[in-house]
């Protein structure tokens, strides 16, 4: 091994010295006469970081490169969407919690949002986390109270059924996947309430 390290450690040496001696003789570069100069000056362009120039470091000013230049972001196009501030209206005086998930129906019309239930979580709460609105924003139908902890993951499927997973235990509920048909009945659930997994994260 001492043999291996001395035999690197020579030609590291050797391969340096051979490098500082090609460096040492390069010809000296003639200035540029005043006709024929390189204007250094950043250039400033739209969208464009400006030009810099770079110096070799050799003793001598060699031809300077410019820096790459980076384009900007453009988002310029027309946007065929509208904001519509307000448009899905809770029912009563009832506020909007963390929402943590929205679908579309098969319908496409129909959206379908699963709400912690006017807070960041259902736990004790007796409200409905599954809400349905119409294309109007009202809404039309709601299920699920009492149900879940902490509804996260959400899908509705082609046949109109809606899972939802409730990712959080506690209280003999959570971490559980739940399947209602589009009426808002329990048909499955997958997992024991209140009982995480042992396989790993998802």
């Not at 519509?84 to 909007?96: D, I, L, N, Q, Y």
């Not at 496409?108 to 609105?133: Q, S, Y």
């Not at 048909?181 to 997958?190: C, E, F, K, R, V």
Request: proline share 8%.
């Amino acid at each position: 091994m001492r043999y291996v390290r001395n035999t690197l450690l020579t030609g590291l040496i050797v391969m340096g010295a051979l490098s500082w001696s090609c460096v040492r003789n390069l010809p000296p570069v003639a200035p540029q006469s005043t006709e024929t100069a390189v204007n250094t000056t950043p250039v400033e362009t739209p969208n464009r970081v400006p030009a810099r120039t770079q110096s070799s470091g050799l003793g001598g000013n060699l031809s300077s490169t410019p820096a790459v230049s980076q384009i900007g972001p453009t988002n310029d196009l027309p946007n065929p969407y509208t904001t519509v501030v307000g448009w899905a209206k809770m029912p009563g005086s009832r506020t909007w919690g963390a929402t943590s998930a929205v679908d579309i129906d098969p319908d496409g019309k129909h959206i379908w949002v699963a709400e912690r239930c006017e807070a960041n979580a259902c736990e004790g709460l007796t409200l409905d986390p599954v809400l349905k609105f119409d294309e109007f924003g009202h809404l039309v139908h709601s299920f699920g109270a009492g149900l879940m902890n902490w509804p996260h993951g959400f899908y509705v499927h082609d046949d109109g059924s809606v899972w939802v997973t409730d990712a959080r235990g506690g209280g003999g509920k959570g971490h559980q996947v739940h399947k209602f048909s589009p009426n808002g009945d329990l048909l499955l659930s997958l997992g024991t309430a209140g009982v995480s997994g042992t396989d790993g994260p998802l």
